[in-house]
C-alpha cells in the first residue's frame, strides 16, 4: 500500500479517494487487483454497474434495492441500499461514474452508511483499465 518514502502507492492514488477515505487512515480498508487475460474493461464494467448480476458472482449480497427509483443499472448520484456481511441494508449513493472508453479508464464509487450504534460510513471504488485490467 505504502512505498519506502510513506507514499501510497500510485495504483492507489489512481482512484479518487476523498480524505475521509484515504487508504490507511480509516478502521477498514481492502483493496483488490485483478488481472485477467482477454477480458476488456467495457465487459467487467457491465457486472460492477448491473446489480441485477451481483448476485450471481458474489454470494455476499443480498436485499438490493432503489428507493428512489432506477436501478438496476447504477448511473451518476443514484441511491440504492444493499445488504452485506448480515448487516441490514446500507445505504449507498453512487458518487463517481466514469465508463471505461479508449485510453480512459473506467471509474465506479459509492458511498454507504447506517445509523445507529454500530454504524458508520466507507466508500467503494473501483477502477477499470484497458488491455483487461481491473484496479
Known amino acids: 500500500m505504502f512505498d519506502e518514502d510513506g507514499a501510497l502507492d500510485p495504483l492507489l492514488n489512481a482512484i479518487t479517494w476523498p480524505e475521509k ?9 481492502v ?8 477480458v ?13 448480476e451481483w448476485e450471481g458472482y458474489y454470494d455476499n449480497v443480498a436485499d ?5 427509483g432506477g436501478g438496476p443499472v447504477l448511473k451518476a448520484d443514484l441511491t440504492f441500499s444493499f445488504g452485506t456481511f448480515g448487516f441490514p441494508p ?17 471509474r465506479l464509487s459509492w458511498t454507504v452508511k447506517q445509523d445507529g450504534p454500530s454504524g458508520g460510513s466507507a466508500r467503494r ?11
Do not use: C, K, M
Open 21 to 29: 477515505y484515504l487508504p490507511g487512515t480509516g478502521d477498514n480498508f
Open 31 to 38: 483493496s483488490n487487483e485483478v488481472i485477467g487475460r482477454g
Open 40 to 52: 476488456t474493461a467495457d465487459r467487467v464494467w457491465h457486472y460492477l454497474t448491473d446489480t441485477s
Open 64 to 68: 438490493i434495492s432503489f428507493p428512489d
Open 90 to 106: 446500507l445505504d449507498a449513493r453512487v458518487v463517481e461514474f466514469q465508463a471505461p472508453a479508449d485510453g480512459v479508464p473506467g
Open 125 to 135: 471504488a473501483a477502477r477499470l483499465a484497458g488491455g483487461g485490467s481491473a484496479r
